[in-house]
């Protein structure tokens, strides 16, 4: 993603709840999933990534980095169409999660 971009985000990222962070990689997530298209769907799973990694340098959030890193794994290995323990729809019901809480 664009340093630009990646400044401008993360200075407005860290002032969202966990429960919003998550609901926005959970948004990137299905709209990565909505395309057939390798290169779509791998930008959208790319910014997905990105804001799992802001999530867990958020200091907020120190609890539960290690969770919140399992996303990184488990969406690099859907991107690269590894064999992975997680389907689609369980990383979507996953995120889909936080919605009650925001």
């Not at 395309?35 to 802001?54: P, V, W």
């Not at 996303?71 to 999660?97: A, F, W």
Request: no cysteine; proline share 1%; charged share 25%.
């Amino acid at each position: 993603m664009d340093q630009v971009l990646d400044k401008n985000i993360e200075q407005s990222w860290y002032s969202l709840s966990l429960p919003a962070q998550m609901v926005n990689i959970g948004n990137e997530v299905k709209r990565a999933f909505r395309f057939t298209d390798t290169n779509k769907q791998n930008s959208f799973l790319d910014k997905a990534i990105t804001y799992i990694k802001l999530t867990s340098k958020d200091k907020k959030n120190k609890k539960v980095v290690d969770e919140i890193l399992i996303g990184v794994d488990v969406l690099t290995n859907i991107k690269d169409n590894e064999e992975s323990t997680y389907t689609k729809e369980q990383v979507l019901n996953y995120y889909n999660t936080f919605l009650h809480y925001i």
